[in-house]
């Protein structure tokens, strides 16, 4: 029952600005121990890791989006965000949610952001 819904994609300008949105829900106790993360997937590429924030406060970014990106989290509304500066073209792709608990782990359906003049 554990569920995952991305927001916020849509078109977006070089240079501009977006912020992405995962709000999850359903029987998830102890939500602020697990880590949660971004993940884009482009056309014609493999999946990769965007950003992480682990449930001790850990970040890790790809180095694409380092110092552009930031991941953060809300606990007690069970949601996670991405926002995302001085997007480029190469940034676009489908971003996904990523939950992991000690149950297994839960994808979003994914939205797409595309970066273009």
């Known amino acids: 029952q554990v569920q995952l819904v991305e927001s916020g994609g849509g078109l977006v300008q070089p240079g501009g600005s977006l912020r992405l949105s995962c709000a999850a829900s359903?029987?998830?106790?102890?939500?602020?121990?697990?880590?949660m993360g971004w993940y884009r997937q482009a056309a014609g590429k493999q999946r990769e890791l965007v950003a992480i924030?682990?449930?001790?406060?850990?970040?890790n970014y790809v180095d694409s989006v380092k110092g552009r990106f930031t991941i953060s989290r809300d606990n007690g509304k069970m949601t996670v965000s991405l926002q995302m500066n001085s997007l480029r073209p190469d940034d676009t792709a489908v971003y996904y949610c990523?939950?992991?608990?000690?149950?297994?782990?839960?994808w979003g359906q994914g939205t797409q952001v595309t970066v273009s003049s």
């Open positions: 924030l682990t449930g001790a406060g850990t970040t």
């Open positions: 359903g029987s998830i106790f102890g939500f602020g121990f697990y880590d």
């Open positions: 990523r939950l992991r608990t000690g149950r297994g782990i839960y």
